[in-house]
């Protein structure tokens, strides 16, 4: 079942394309992976599911309602968390977190305090007093203290150390347990590698990837260390091996993921005494794509992220 769909989303600023026929789907029970560099688009095709911004062209439906017509009612059934979180800053954080959950109709108190414990939030400080990572717990425990459907997260753990991201991981995965769905937007590739079932890559207002992480992989290169009893000849001249080093009997490549069982059978044939094996990561996928995109190309898009 598709909790959301864009189809051909078009946005301009100007003469600015911040969208360019951006096509992603999320299905009911997945984290789905939004990622690129800042400046891509991602936060643009966010607001524009959330209602705040309208599409030039093309359609975006949350739960089969138009974003744009029917926001109040998608609203709802989400739960929103952006990456720079802006607080009243009179008020307490728990008085945020009782009001947010309030305006979405739900009073679960025991979940809001297992909430604030794990994320170890004082709720009683006034809200000017908090760091951004602070902020952000905030808009965390409001957004999994609330019985939402679909959960639009912004680069959600900005400003978080390593442990609270841990947690934030967790609640990630118990919601996708219960069924929740959670469209995950981040530069941080190791992120959306634990947590998504399919990812979708945007550089400069397009979709250039979309898939499961099997199918992305074949686009990435692992990387071997091998040492063999004989010096191996010939690796330069095999199809899809890249950045070969050889120190003595050690050899040190990438291969890509297409050319990987003729490289093995290969390397077999001299004596194998020592393989490791990397295995390939968004990180190198990501490379992959953005080598040879400019710095400039990038900081022209920096207002549409």
């Known amino acids: 079942m598709t909790v959301l769909q864009t189809s051909n989303l078009t946005k301009r600023f100007g003469k600015f394309t911040a969208l360019d026929g951006v096509n992603i789907e999320v299905n009911k029970g997945e984290v789905f992976g939004f990622i690129g560099p800042n400046g891509a688009g991602k936060s643009t095709t966010i607001r524009v599911l959330l ?26 059934r989400i739960a929103y968390v952006p990456g720079d979180v802006n607080l009243w800053p009179n008020l307490t954080g728990g008085e945020v977190i009782d009001l947010f959950v309030k305006l979405r109709g739900g009073n679960n108190k025991s979940r809001r305090e297992e909430l604030i414990k794990r994320f170890d939030l004082d709720p009683s400080k006034k809200c000017r007093t908090y760091s951004k990572g602070n902020r952000q717990k905030v808009a965390l425990v409001a957004a999994f203290s609330s019985d939402a459907d679909l959960y639009i997260l912004d680069e959600p753990t900005s400003g978080l150390d390593p442990l609270m991201e841990r947690i934030f991981h967790e609640y990630v995965q118990e919601v996708k347990s219960e069924g929740k769905s959670v469209l995950l937007s981040s530069h941080i590739l190791s992120e959306v590698e634990k947590l998504c079932d399919r990812v979708a890559i945007i550089r400069e207002g397009k ?12 686009l990435t290169r692992t990387h071997l260390q091998v040492e063999a009893q004989r010096p191996i000849t010939g690796l330069e001249k095999l199809a899809g091996v890249h950045e070969l080093v050889s120190k003595g009997a050690t ?41 040879g995109t400019s710095k400039a190309s990038d900081a022209g898009a920096g207002g549409a992220s």
């Open 207 to 218: 979709i250039i990837e979309s898939g499961s992480l099997a199918d992305l992989r074949h």
């Open 51 to 76: 209602g705040i911004l309208k599409a030039d062209a093309g359609e975006a439906k949350v739960f089969g309602m138009d974003a744009w017509k029917d926001a109040v009612e998608i609203h709802k």
């Open 251 to 291: 050899y040190t490549f990438q291969v890509d993921g297409e050319h990987l069982d003729k490289v093995v059978q290969h390397i077999s044939t001299f004596g194998v005494t020592k393989l490791e094996s990397a295995p390939p990561t968004l990180e190198d996928l990501f490379m992959r794509h953005y080598e």
